[in-house]
């Protein structure tokens, strides 16, 4: 399949010249042999891609080359994520058996806190996740930061996941209003919230929605610190065979619309996945006047 004719355009929030799409695409088409990953890594330092703390901006730039080839201007070498790394074995040790049981309510219990979660716990949330979420753990797509929720001594009561948005998801396009090429120079904006656990010895009431709050506040300090921008809007999924959007209803979330029943990646409609509730939280409030342009 012929390959379309490249100009200037905007990918991934980033102003892209004609001179820098002919080198991605020549890189692309003199290396077939390189991985997407060595491809990103290569591009980003040839084009000076990075974010201001100074590191590649290499899932930004996976994603562009993911929309390069979906808009048909050049042919990626295939996708090589195993079975293996998206759905990682994880070993249950006793370290994650059942903890003291917690009953009461929030404002009662002691001072609850949102930790990120360091290189040497990330296998312990992993853990966690694999051992007591419904969906288990998955490496996560793209950018993300991890978070404990944790109480007094620093117990571990829970676990939650922020990572980048979906690609395209109807309601949400619909209710930002926005069209095509804003979203494609906008969506980094969006986060998504896709793992919430509150581990099953734990009953205080409001903790959720308490914690939900706590980590909406941390990630974006943290998202800017890590990435080098804010989030404007947080996504989330809530599977309504199994719960109620409580939660996120009590803190403040909107509800918007439902899935296609697809998964959040699923780009080549390969990955069917039960229709799930969409709701979104406002983390600035001119979110439109900043996404739909």
């Given amino acids: 399949m012929e390959s379309k004719e490249l100009g200037p355009m905007i990918l991934m929030g980033r102003n892209f010249t004609a001179g820098e799409l002919k080198f991605i695409k020549e890189m692309v088409e003199l290396y077939p042999n390189l991985s997407r990953a060595e491809l990103s890594k290569t591009i980003c330092e040839n084009i000076s891609w990075q974010a201001p703390n100074g590191k590649n901006k290499h899932n930004s730039s996976l994603r562009a080359l993911e929309k390069l080839e979906d808009e048909g201007y050049l042919k990626l070498p295939p996708l090589h994520i195993t079975k293996s790394y998206r759905k990682r074995k994880i070993d249950i040790t006793e370290r994650t058996d059942p903890d003291e049981y917690v009953k009461g309510r929030v404002d009662q219990y002691g001072k609850i806190k949102i930790s990120k979660v360091k290189a040497e716990t990330t296998g312990l949330w992993n853990e966690y996740v694999q051992r007591y979420h419904y969906l288990g753990y998955r490496a996560p797509f793209g950018l993300h930061q991890k978070y404990f929720i944790t109480g007094p001594r620093d117990q571990i009561l829970g676990c939650v996941l922020y990572t980048s948005s979906s690609w395209a998801l109807e309601c949400r396009d619909q209710w930002i209003g926005w069209g095509f090429r804003q979203r494609v120079r906008n969506l980094h904006r969006i986060i ?102």
């Fill in 192 to 293: 998504n919230n896709s793992r919430f656990l509150i581990l099953p010895w734990v009953h205080l009431k409001n903790l959720a929605s308490h914690a939900l709050s706590l980590a909406q506040k941390q990630v974006i300090c943290d998202w800017e610190e890590k990435f080098g921008y804010k989030p404007a809007l947080i996504e989330t999924f809530v599977d309504v065979d199994r719960y109620q959007g409580t939660s996120y209803r009590a803190g403040n979330w909107l509800y918007i619309g439902k899935t296609k029943g697809r998964g959040r990646a699923d780009r080549y409609h390969q990955g069917l996945s039960s229709t799930k509730e969409v709701y979104m939280y406002i983390l600035d409030a001119n979110f439109r006047k900043e996404l739909v342009i």
